[in-house]
T-cell receptor, first 113, second 113 residues
């Protein structure tokens, strides 16, 4: 099965700074890597995803990079705003018999004024 | 319109009781999931159904029994509730299996006293 590690567990940045969250996965056959944002008391929501045939993907202030050789992927948020404060989860899709998402342990991002 | 809905939103009950959580999606998706999020925010898959057929059953005690009466519904019944069952339970759905975006329900906060 898949194992996903996520760092850091908490991250505090000042408004306008960049934030980077890193994840590593164990199964080289994994081919889909989504990132979810969960605001306090709310449901997780997809913010960006990347597939294994792509090295980088951007959507406005957020970007994800994937290094298949090293088996790690990262979320980059630029020009952070207070509304970016949330818990962020990375995930990896294991391509075994029953494909499923394995989630990282989450990063609590706090954007301070 | 709510894409993935769950009832109830909150559930407070005594140890040893039996309770059910219901989930419905109106997205026309084939696959539905149950996740458990504990107090440390770890998000772990419990079950997955594809077209009413169980495809993922993680190491969950057999006190937990999912039921999918049709493609749009996935219910979770829990027998003999224990203190450790206290968590937020999220239902989710995706078009097919895990490479498609998963849409989460609002969650059910279960508290076992």
């Amino acid at each position: 099965g898949e194992n996903v590690e996520q760092h850091p567990s908490t991250l505090s940045v000042q408004e306008g700074d960049s934030a980077v969250i890193k994840c590593t996965y164990s199964d080289s056959a994994s081919n889909y890597f989504p990132w979810y944002k969960q605001e306090l008391g709310k449901r997780p929501q997809l913010i960006i995803d990347i597939r294994s045939n792509v090295g980088e993907k951007k959507d406005q202030r957020i970007a994800v990079t994937l290094n298949k050789t090293a088996k790690h992927f990262s979320l980059h948020i630029t020009e952070t705003q207070p509304e970016d404060s949330a818990v962020y989860f990375c995930a990896a899709r294991y391509t075994g018999t029953a494909s499923k998402l394995t989630f990282g342990t989450g990063t609590r991002l706090q954007v301070t004024l | 319109d709510t894409a993935v809905s769950q009832t109830p939103k909150y559930l407070v009950t005594q140890m040893g009781n039996d309770k059910s959580i219901k989930c419905e999606q109106n997205l026309g998706h084939d696959t539905m999931y149950w996740y458990k999020q504990d107090s440390k925010k770890f998000l772990k898959i419990m079950f997955s159904y594809n077209n009413k057929e169980l495809i993922i059953n993680e190491t969950v005690p057999n006190r937990f029994s999912p039921k999918s009466p049709d493609k749009a519904h996935l219910n979770l019944h829990i027998n003999s509730l224990e203190l450790g069952d206290s968590a937020v339970y999220f239902c989710a759905s995706s078009q097919r299996q895990a490479t498609d975006t998963q849409y989460f329900g609002p969650g059910t906060r279960l508290t076992v006293l």
